[in-house]
Structure formats: structure tokens, C-alpha cells
DNA sequence: CCTTCCTGTGACCACCCGGTCACATGACCG
DNA sequence: CGGTCATGTGACCGGGTGGTCACAGGAAGG
């Protein structure tokens, strides 16, 4: 958690500093990320890093949580959005590529979600990654639910298995276009658009359609 | 690349290194392994392994690719054993769990895998990560191959989907159980084998559904 | 004016890192 | 024996680390 200075500090100069250590450990990780670095690009002493945050850890859960909720926030509309008028897999393909898109557009919350998603220490994981996890559970669980009390998915659905798939390919769909190794055959950094989203559907849809209702 | 002195060491000399390195490595991860630990570990001095690989980068990317031989020796009787005389879902999950107890019974390749995994550093993950994922490819896509030709996966289907698929799970699969933050509600944990078998049927079923032939 | 409190600062600390290199050891051979 | 070569060693190097702390600046309040 932050200090109470950190919360009375103007707002530019925490944005500075929030900016400065995303970048960093977005692109070099925990681990490797330096805090000399993260106060020379915010501007600031490194001892006053120190005044804002009880250490290195706790301002990397400080970072690894603002970009959980920045992202929510920009997926919140889709969350909220889906009514059932449409097919769910149809949906489904729809935020995903909006869900591609927002981290083809923000390198520094991609690069955050990364570094989370890929932080090999357990104490770390366990400060950093458990509670993103319980953010995306809590965001997707009453959407899936609503979709099975609509009757767009089956009736007595797997949610629980269905919610686990999506958690592995939630972060997989973010980072792989842009993660050396992570891309099979299916790719998702195809040039043109209309590529990308067959290829979404091509990755989505097999796994959707045991949570579909049969046709009849 | 191993220096050519490396190649002439004796077994046991060469087993201490690679054991102390995957177990170093695996543990923290490439950029906070420490080679004084290696050297220490290993019961062999710093100068040494500087005889034996051109840096840490190299003695990382022997590491990788050994470890990835191991498991993928581990794994070859599964892979050439598929004959199509069972249902390739009860198949799949037969190798699964195979594959799931091989790295809980396995720690170092385990944690070996993770760090190769979970390595940010781009041009660490082209040395490492990127020849992993095509040994991967080329063990699995020849039985997917077969299976479409025995019928046991229907005729038609997107292999390349597939694939994709699996590329994401197999990993996945391997460090969930032992992975803060990695796991959904369907756990691989578990403590009776029964029910860690049946989620690993919750989780891989739905994704085969659409590959098999459909019922008529 | 002085005092008090909060905030900002960067030199400094002990520590560890990957990598080097001058030297020791010893096997092999003429 | 002396000479050569492959191998083993660990003190040493420059550099970066997270974290500390004595001090400076300035606003508030008497």
C-alpha cells in the first residue's frame, strides 16, 4: 500500500511516477526493473520513492493493481454491454478483439500485464498475480452466468471449467502478438484486421461450441 | 553453444553443472540466477563454467534445450503410443495426466520450464522459448495428423486451431498446479487423483468437442 | 521573528553481479 | 628431464542494486 504522502501528492506528479515505473516494469520485469531508472524518467529523487512506498514490492502491487483496474475499466462497457441479442460466440469474438486492440494500443499496460503474468517468484506472484486473477473472476463469472440464464449458452454449462479455459486465454490473447514464442500456427498479429478476427473466432469458437446449446 | 572443452568433461562433472544450473535457474528465473550459486552449487569454480559455455545467456539456453529434450523424451511413448484404438479425448487425458505427474514428480524440469515460460526479456525468449514452442509443434502435429487420418478426429478439422490450443494448455497445464495465481475455480491440485483427473476431462473436453466427429 | 512539520534530495552504504585473467596443476610427449 | 597444452581456480574489476539518512527548502502558525 501506498503512504499517506503518496495519496496527498499532486496528481501530475503521480502520474509521473505511476508512468515511469510502468514503463520500467513493464518492459524489464520485477525483478530487473531498477528504481534508479523509474526516478530519473519520473523526474524524482529516488528517496522519495521510499517516501511514497514501503519498497520496491510494494510499489510494483501498487503498479500491477492500477493497471488491473485501468484495464477493467476499458473492457467494463463489454462487461456491461452484453444483453444477449447476440449470439454469444459472436459477442465473444467481439470483445476479444476489442480486448486485442486496447493492449495493441497501450504498450505500458500490456507490458505491466506481462510482467505480472510472468513473474517467476512466488512471493511476488502471490502479492501481484492472485489478486488480478480475482478482478478477472469477478468481472467474467456474472457475465458467463447471465449468458447461461439467457439460454445463449447451454444449460448446465461447465462455468466453472469454461471460466477456467478463459483465464488461460484471456492473458494468452493479450501477450502473444507481441511475445516471442508464445504464437502457434492460429496467428493474432496478422496484418490485416479481418484476418486477426477469423483467426479469433478459429481459436474461440471450437472452445465455445460445448457451452453452446446443440442445434436442434 | 558448449565450448568443445565442455564436451570432454567427464559425465559426472558435466551432470553437477547442468543439475545445479536447472535447479538455480528454474528457482529464479534467468536474469536473478546467480552463476556465483551455479559455481558454488556445482562444487566448481566461477572461472570454469566460462571454460564450458561463452556466458550466462548460453549456459541458460543449454539448460533450456536439455531440460526440453528431457521432458520431451519423458513424453515420447505417449506421443508414439497413439494408435487410435481408443476415443482420442480419453486418449489426451491419459497423456495429460502423464504429463501433469511427470513435472509434479520432476521438480527441476518443472521449474526449468517456468523460467523458460515466463522469461520477459525478448531476446532471451528467441534464444530459449522460440525453439522450445517448435519442439513442441513437431511432436504434436504428426499425431494430430494421424488422428484425422484413423477418423479419430473428424476429417476437416483446423488442425493449426488446434495446435494453437494446445500450445497454450500443455504449458499451462504443466505449471498451474504449482503457480500462484494460475489456476481457476477447475484446480489440478487436487488431492484425490480421481478428481484430478476428472478436471483435467472438464477442462480438455470441451476443447476437443468440436474436433471429434459429431454422434449421428 | 522562530518553531514545527512535511516533503524533496542525492551522496552514500553494503552487497552482489557477470566476466576476466594471471597463475597452478598435471597429463602427455619428445 | 623440459616443453606444451588443456583445464581448474578464485581474487579481482567495474558497475549496478535496493535502501538509508543527514540536510535543505518552504509553508503554516504562533
Known sequence: ??????????????????????????????????????????????????????????????????????VYGAMQPWLDGYDGSTEFSRYLTDALEAWLDYFARHPLERGVTAATNMELDPAVRNAVRVPVRDIYLAGLRPLVERAVETGDLRKGADIDALLSLLLVLLPHFALAAHTPGLEGPVRLAGEHPEVRRANIARLIGPVLADFVPKEP
Chains 1, 2 share one sequence.
Open 1 to 70: 500500500m501506498p503512504t499517506s504522502t503518496w495519496t496527498r501528492l499532486s496528481p501530475v506528479r503521480r502520474e509521473r511516477v505511476l508512468v515511469a515505473a510502468m514503463d520500467e516494469f513493464g518492459t524489464h520485469g520485477y525483478s530487473t526493473g531498477s528504481l534508479n531508472v523509474i526516478a530519473r524518467e519520473a523526474g524524482v529523487a529516488k528517496g522519495s520513492l521510499f517516501q511514497y512506498f514501503e519498497g520496491k514490492l510494494d510499489l510494483f502491487a501498487y503498479v500491477a493493481e492500477q493497471t488491473s483496474l485501468r
